[in-house]
C-alpha cells in the first residue's frame, strides 16, 4: 500500500480527496477514529494503492522545457511535448502519483484523463492539438491524444509524477 506523508494544513479528508477515496477507507486503513488529529510528517497507508517504488515507471515533467519524460527503472522510455498551466493558473510543482484514470472525459480534457493525487490536476488529452507546447491550460499537463493514449496505456495507477520547474 502507498505511504502518504501529512503535510502542514492537511485533514483526514484532504488527503482523501486527494487520493479520491473516501475518508472511512483511510480511517480504517490507518485505525484512526473520525475525531484523530494528523501531525505534520505523520505517515497515512493509502489503501487502493501500491507501495511507492514498486511499479518500475515513473513520468517527470519538466514545465520550463514543457517536456514529459516516460523512465522505466530510470531509463528514458519516451519524451513527450505537453502544454503546461497558465502564468494565473500554473502547473503545481511537486511529486505526485496517478491515482485513477478516465477514457474519453469529454470536453477539453481528450482522449484521457489521468488524475493526480493534488484535486482537480491531471495528465490529459486536448481538443485543441494546437496548444501543445505553450502555457495555455488551468494548471493541467496537456498532451496530444496519442501520446496521453500511449502513456497511459503503459503507466498504472500508483505511477509516481515527478513535476519540476
Given at each position: 500500500?502507498?505511504?502518504?506523508?501529512?503535510?502542514?494544513?492537511?485533514?483526514?479528508?484532504?488527503?482523501?480527496?486527494?487520493?479520491?477515496?473516501?475518508?472511512?477507507?483511510?480511517?480504517?486503513?490507518?485505525?484512526?477514529?473520525?475525531?484523530?488529529?494528523?501531525?505534520?510528517?505523520?505517515?497515512?497507508?493509502?489503501?487502493?494503492?501500491?507501495?511507492?517504488?514498486s511499479?518500475?515507471y515513473?513520468?517527470?515533467?519538466?514545465?520550463g522545457?514543457?517536456?514529459?519524460?516516460?523512465?522505466?527503472?530510470?531509463?528514458?522510455?519516451?519524451?513527450?511535448?505537453?502544454?503546461?498551466?497558465?502564468?494565473?493558473?500554473?502547473?503545481?510543482?511537486?511529486?505526485?502519483?496517478?491515482?485513477?484514470?478516465?477514457?474519453?472525459?469529454?470536453?477539453?480534457?481528450?482522449?484521457?484523463?489521468?488524475?493526480?493525487?493534488?484535486?482537480?490536476?491531471?495528465i490529459?488529452?486536448t481538443?485543441?492539438?494546437?496548444?501543445?507546447?505553450?502555457?495555455?491550460?488551468?494548471?493541467?499537463?496537456?498532451?496530444?491524444?496519442?501520446?496521453?493514449?500511449?502513456?497511459?496505456?503503459?503507466?498504472?495507477?500508483?505511477?509516481?509524477?515527478?513535476?519540476?520547474?
Open positions: 500500500m502507498y505511504k502518504h506523508i501529512v503535510k502542514q494544513g492537511e485533514t483526514i479528508s484532504s488527503i482523501a480527496m486527494d487520493y479520491r477515496t473516501s475518508a472511512q477507507a483511510l480511517l480504517n486503513a490507518n485505525h484512526l477514529a473520525i475525531s484523530s488529529t494528523l501531525v505534520p510528517g505523520q505517515v497515512i497507508v493509502i489503501p487502493h494503492l501500491p507501495a511507492k517504488g511499479i518500475p515513473t513520468i517527470h515533467i519538466s514545465v522545457r514543457r517536456k514529459l519524460t516516460l523512465k522505466k527503472k530510470g531509463s528514458i522510455i519516451h519524451t513527450y511535448p505537453i502544454a503546461i498551466g497558465k502564468i494565473v493558473t500554473a502547473t503545481p510543482v511537486g511529486d505526485f502519483i496517478i491515482v485513477n484514470r478516465q477514457p474519453n472525459p469529454g470536453g477539453p480534457f481528450g482522449a484521457m484523463w489521468l488524475s493526480l493525487s493534488k484535486l482537480h490536476y491531471g490529459h488529452g481538443n485543441n492539438p494546437s496548444s501543445i507546447g505553450k502555457a495555455v491550460s488551468k494548471g493541467c499537463i496537456r498532451m496530444y491524444n496519442k501520446d496521453v493514449l500511449q502513456l497511459a496505456s503503459i503507466v498504472p495507477n500508483g505511477t509516481e509524477v515527478f513535476i519540476r520547474p
